[in-house]
């Protein structure tokens, strides 16, 4: 293919996430997609309200790893729940609030039937603007391996 001019190329097609990227990391060859590879540095937008319900485990959320929150209409409380931690072992998921946060805007970030989170059933309460935590999935419990207020 090196040997071949532009126009000589195949027509181009748009990208749907699914295609393999081959890169080196500290000296191993790995494969990922290019979804994979977007969601570590592309953050996606979930907008919350009061009294609703959004469960990570939903197809449209199955490759987001850094999400920003941004609360829109009345204060009030919602919840998010975590992915089952069985079904995305070695799972890692960053959450920040943005500047649509206050006191009263609370999303409860909420392990999912018999889940934990650090070894709760509690949920892990986010209620002001920029504040950030990043969960990790043993396949058996939530980890909070950081947490920025």
């Known amino acids: 293919m090196a040997d071949k001019r532009i126009s000589e190329l195949t027509s181009i097609t748009s990208l749907d996430g699914t295609e393999n990227v081959v890169y080196v990391q500290t000296g191993e060859t790995k494969k990922g997609t290019v979804n994979d590879m977007a969601n570590y540095i592309i953050g996606n937008k979930i907008e919350v309200q009061k009294e609703t319900t959004t469960n990570l485990d939903d197809s449209e959320y199955e490759n987001i790893k850094l999400v920003q929150l941004s609360w829109i209409g009345d ?35 909420t392990p999912q039937g018999g889940d934990t989170l650090d070894g709760s059933t509690d949920y892990f309460e986010i209620n002001k603007a920029y504040e950030g935590i990043y969960v990790w999935s043993s396949g058996d419990e939530w980890f909070i391996i950081q947490k920025k207020a």
């Open 75 to 109: 204060i009030g409380n919602m919840t998010l729940n975590l992915p089952t931690a069985s079904t995305h072992e070695n799972r890692a998921i960053r959450f920040i609030s943005d500047n649509t946060f206050e006191t009263n805007t609370r999303v409860h970030l």
